[in-house]
Each structure stands twice: as C-alpha cells, then as structure tokens.
T-cell receptor
Framework: SQQGEEDPQALSIQEGENATMNCSYKTSINNLQWYRQNSGRGLVHLILIRSNEREKHSGRLRVTLDTSKKSSSLLITASRAADTASYFCANLSGNTGKLIFGQGTTLQVKP | EPEVTQTPSHQVTQMGQEVILRCVPISNHLYFYWYRQILGQKVEFLVSFYNNEISEKSEIFDDQFSVERPDGSNFTLKIRSTKLEDSAMYFC?????????FGPGTRLTVL
C-alpha cells in the first residue's frame, strides 16, 4: 500500500512545549511534503523535503527524512495555541505529481 | 502571493443532481489536481491533469466524474449524478512540479 501512516494520531501538549509527529510509507519517499489543516479549512503547505535531503528548517519547523526507514518527522518547537490543527504528510508518487497523504496527526496546544 | 481559488465554498445538492466545482489554479503552474476529504478522514487523490488531458485517475474517479480546463484559467470538476457518499470537501491543487498548493476547498453536501 502507498498509504502513509502517521503517529501519533492525536497529540495534546502545553504551549511552549515541542511537538513531534512521525510519518512512514511502505513505498520509497520522494519530495515529502507536510501540510497543516485547521478544522474544516484548506491545506496549507508547510515544507517540502527532497529525497536527497536529511533535514530542513523553516522557522519553528524542523523536518527530518530517513529514506532507508521510509519515514519523516515534523518537529514544531516552542508551540503556540495557534499551532492547534491537523498535520499531514504527503509523498509524491509516480510521474504525475500526485500526492499520497498520511492519516494525519491532530495536534492540540493548550494555552 | 499567488493562490489557488475555489468556488463555491459550500454546495448543497440533491442526490442525482449534477454539480460543477470550479478552481482557478496559480497562473504559471502546469499540473492540476483534484483531491477529496470525507469528514474526519484523510485526503484522497482523485485525478491529475496535465497538457489538457488526464494524466492519472484513482479508482474513486469513475464515469460520473469528469474534469475540464475550458479556457486556460479555470479547472472544473463535474459530478454527473451525485450520491450521498460524494459528500466531502473537494480540494483543487496546482504545481509546477512536486510542491503542490491547495485551494481552500468546496464543501459538497449531498442530501
């Protein structure tokens, strides 16, 4: 299956703490992307990490990629209540650019 | 910053009716996609479109679905005879290659 698996499915932390979400695939990872979705809203592109990269930073976001384990992690440092959302990983699949999404992690940051 | 737009934001229809969901992709993008997300579930790929034709479609994208890019700017998804199980958020996305940007979605409710 190309389906992405994410864990944890739900995460609840206090403001200021770090949040780590993990994503794994059974197929090879290419140009893995992370998206945020606020409840009932659209998908906001956060960061893309290419298959030849191991780590990437963007502001408070840090993404790592382990192609041998076919897995990626998203770390949000110094979380804020506004980070409360669902986070999805998405793997580029095939030669048409389609994305295979993970199940998502629902993050709640308590003020 | 350029963005993908979608109309309408919410569409309510009766079972068996035809609906057309509209999208305006980012102007210099070449690849166009439709995805759907049933409430509380993961985002699923429907179809990819490149060079004025479908490049890939999923099992979900059966004969009741069709896509068009009628005028070089709009990108539409038509559902010919809606079913209850078509109720979902439908997202349009566009990309140059790999890094996909999503619209805010159309919530389709089939009664």
């Amino acid at each position: 299956s190309q389906q992405g698996e994410e864990d944890p499915q739900a995460l609840s932390i206090q403001e200021g703490e770090n949040a780590t979400m993990n994503c794994s695939y059974k197929t090879s990872i290419n140009n893995l992307q992370w998206y945020r979705q606020n409840s009932g809203r659209g998908l906001v592109h956060l960061i893309l990490i290419r298959s030849n990269e191991r780590e990437k930073h963007s502001g408070r976001l840090r993404v790592t990629l382990d192609t041998s384990k076919k897995s990626s992690s998203l770390l949000i440092t110094a979380s804020r209540a506004a980070d409360t959302a669902s986070y999805f990983c998405a793997n580029l699949s095939g030669n048409t650019g389609k994305l295979i999404f993970g199940q998502g992690t629902t993050l709640q940051v308590k003020p | 910053e350029p963005e993908v737009t979608q109309t309408p934001s919410h569409q309510v229809t009766q079972m068996g009716q035809e609906v057309i969901l509209r999208c305006v992709p980012i102007s210099n993008h070449l690849y166009f996609y439709w995805y759907r997300q049933i409430l509380g579930q993961k985002v699923e790929f429907l179809v990819s479109f490149y060079n004025n034709e479908i490049s890939e479609k999923s099992e979900i994208f059966d004969d009741q679905f069709s896509v068009e890019r009628p005028d070089g700017s709009n990108f539409t998804l038509k559902i010919r005879s809606t079913k209850l199980e078509d109720s979902a958020m439908y997202f349009c996305a566009s990309s140059v290659w790999g890094e996909a940007y999503f619209g805010p979605g159309t919530r389709l409710t089939v009664l």
